[in-house]
């Protein structure tokens, strides 16, 4: 295809193609690569491989956006009323946001300190009248001597100066400016403006050089584009947040949300099961059919700079042969070193210094140290039960309503009833399973009104339609409904899905002090056994133990749910229970669970997981839970409905506990 224009010859696709690169306001680097790229193909036969090759390659960098940008909303207020409206709870999480926000808004807000350096006093007031009025707090000085001093003394992010001044002239100041801040941009000013002293001006760092009279529009326009270079510094770089917690406790839609709040585009990936380190960094244009990675892609599909990037489930991330995925992450997700991100098919660097990332993990133990190092972790423990009621009521069942199509009549969900899901149909920390619930309700309501055509019957939703709906409850209080047993201690256990209650099972047979452990448990858990197990045979007298017991019994420790791997060191202080229950002929009290990692000498250390243990044993109806003291820090996160209806005990020593969860 030929194209003419009037008064001139045929334009060729490569001279289309060159054009079309000087238009896309590339940066010079990467537009000279593609000028190259070009003039390669302009000696190439169309119908070699190649030449395809080629063109791709410039109209993917064509296509990028290199300057293009959304423009942040920086209204402190209308974020919060969008996290707010789209989340329920969720209160330190919510405060970090707002704290980067708040710390953009001041960036941005500030005045530009500009310091202005003549001996002529007409000269000095007109510049300093012109800066005031455009809104930049000004300083003058009347000569270099004051300008050194005051550079001495406080920092500037433009320096305008005369270059010939008495004593210490405007390249001195230059120097003087450039060695206390390299950042701080200095335009040189003179009425004997010559090639030879602007190119000397230039070397030591000048930002520009202008000649008297001044142009007012021109000096205006030189300080603006100054500055536009130091804000972008200010503003580039970010914290990488990670969201840590339970499935279902609204990661991604609080990445939405924070989009949504700044007003910039939004876009997420999943890196779960990726093993190929080129979904990241793209594959070398040598290869048949390579394509940028994932990340580029990404940038080019939103078509923005700067947009909220998920990297959701960066925990399963995967590595084999191909390399390691989680390597390349380490430059992209370091403010320090995605300003020039490569990409492999590109070729050349891509700034992603503007872009916010968020990452999702259900929990940071498989994340390397070193890329865990670069991340910002904020946890999502889980909701109370009075959380879920009001995420049901607020978001959930209007909802799972609409999408049911019973809006023109919605039934009405007794709090009751929204109870019972709660309680007898869910077991976990966040609310995805509460939408399945409510959902499947909803859809079996729509599919009764069509068949009975009868509206009013529908209308309202009780517990006794809750059981009708779901069929008989799947869950029970095993703690509250239980009964106190020797030799059977509650405890609290951590998985990625949220905190569980388990229970120690101890029993003693007739032997020759063998201990038997089953339960499916790994290393730590067994190590806690044998330790909780030494200490009681330690201090039989303490616990008023026949010191022969242990030569004429076996002990058998299990753990229910055999086929589940257990492990972990807070299992210590539990166990430790169970056996001095079982030993002495106490029932251990079944409304108490306990958590800590235990010691040869019976002091009981801190362990993690502190708030999710403590919402699942209120979930399971516990009345007491046993911590260590050391975990004081960790209870204040507790919140307060819990901790009216939860006593919570706090111990050093496991001596100081016996009577309490004995009886």
Not at 397 to 409: F, H, R
Request: charged share 30%; net charge neutral; proline share 5%.
């Amino acid at each position: 295809m030929r194209i003419f224009k009037k008064g001139e010859g045929p334009i060729s696709d490569i001279d289309e193609l060159r054009q079309t690169v000087l238009d896309a306001d590339m940066p010079s680097q990467v537009e000279k690569v593609a000028l190259k790229e070009t003039e390669k193909l302009s000696k190439m036969n169309p119908s070699a491989a190649e030449y395809t090759i080629g063109i791709n390659y410039i109209e993917y960098l064509v296509s990028l956006p290199w300057n293009s940008m959304t423009e942040d909303n920086l209204d402190i207020d209308w974020a919060e009323h969008i996290l707010n409206e789209a989340h329920y709870g969720l209160a330190k999480i919510k405060d970090r946001i707002l704290e980067h926000l708040a710390v953009r808004i001041l960036k941005s807000s500030a005045r530009h300190k500009i310091l202005v350096v003549d001996d002529e006093k007409m000269a000095r007031q007109n510049l300093e009248y012109v800066f005031n009025k455009e809104g930049y707090d000004v300083h003058t000085a009347a000569s270099g001597i004051e300008a050194l001093d005051l550079l001495e003394r406080t920092g500037f992010d433009v320096v305008v100066t005369d270059f010939k001044m008495e004593k210490i002239d405007g390249m001195d100041v230059l120097e003087k400016a450039k060695l206390n801040n390299p950042d701080t941009e200095v335009i040189m000013i003179t009425g004997y403006a010559t090639v030879p002293r602007a190119i000397e001006a230039m070397k030591k760092g000048s930002y520009h050089f202008l000649s008297k009279p001044l142009n007012l529009a021109e000096i205006r326009s030189t300080i603006k584009k100054a500055l536009f270079k130091r804000k972008y510094q200010l503003a580039s770089k970010g914290p990488i947040l990670c969201f840590v917690g339970p499935p279902g406790t609204g990661k991604t839609s609080l990445g939405r949300s924070i989009a949504r709040s700044l007003k910039r585009k939004f876009t997420r990936i999943s890196l779960a099961g990726i093993k190929d380190e080129a979904e990241i960094r793209g594959h070398r244009r040598s290869y048949v059919g390579a394509l940028p990675g994932r990340i580029i892609q990404e940038i080019r599909r939103v078509e923005s700079k700067n947009p909220v990037f998920m990297l959701d489930e960066i925990d399963k991330i995967g590595q084999d042969f191909k390399g390691d995925p989680s390597a390349a992450l380490l430059e992209l997700l370091d403010p320090e070193q995605n300003t020039h991100f490569f990409d492999h098919y590109l070729d050349v660097p891509f700034d992603l210094s503007r872009v916010m990332f968020i990452a999702t993990a259900n929990t940071i133990d498989p994340i390397p140290e070193p890329l865990l190092d670069r991340l910002e972790i904020l946890y999502l423990s889980g909701y109370t039960e009075e959380d879920k009621m009001n995420i049901a009521v607020k978001y959930l069942i209007p909802e799972e309503i609409a999408d049911a199509g019973l809006s023109d009549n919605p039934p009405n969900f007794t709090p009751e009833a929204i109870r019972k899901i709660i309680r007898e149909y869910t077991r976990e920390a966040g609310v995805r399973n509460l939408k399945r619930q409510i959902a499947s309700i909803c859809r079996k309501n729509a599919r009764e009104r069509l068949r009975k055509k009868a509206e009013d019957s529908f209308a309202t939703v009780t517990p006794e339609t809750v059981e009708r709906r779901l069929g008989p409850r799947k869950f029970y209080f095993e703690v509250a409904e239980g009964q106190d047993r020797i030799g059977v201690a509650t405890g609290l256990a951590w998985t990625p899905a949220g905190g569980e209650i388990i229970f120690i099972e101890t029993k003693k047979m007739k032997g020759k002090n063998r201990l038997i452990l089953t339960g499916s448990l790994g290393d730590v858990m067994k190590e806690s056994a044998q330790a909780a197990l030494s200490y009681i045979r330690s201090n039989t007298d303490l616990f008023r133990i026949d010191e022969s017991f242990f030569e004429n019994h076996d002990i058998h420790i299990h753990v229910p749910a055999g086929a589940i791997p257990k492990d972990g060191p807070s299992a210590g202080l539990p166990i430790a229970v169970a056996l001095i229950s079982l030993v002495t002929d106490r029932p251990c009290k079944r409304s108490t669970a306990l958590t800590g990692e235990l010691t040869l000498s019976g002091k009981i250390l801190p362990v993690g997981g502190v708030k999710e243990k403590i919402l699942a044993a209120h979930r399971a109806g516990v009345k007491s839970v046993v911590f260590p003291a050391r975990n004081d820090g960790d209870l204040e996160e507790i919140p307060a409905d819990v901790k009216k209806e939860l006593k919570i005990i706090t111990v050093d020593d496991l001596g100081e506990i016996i009577d309490l969860v004995l009886i």
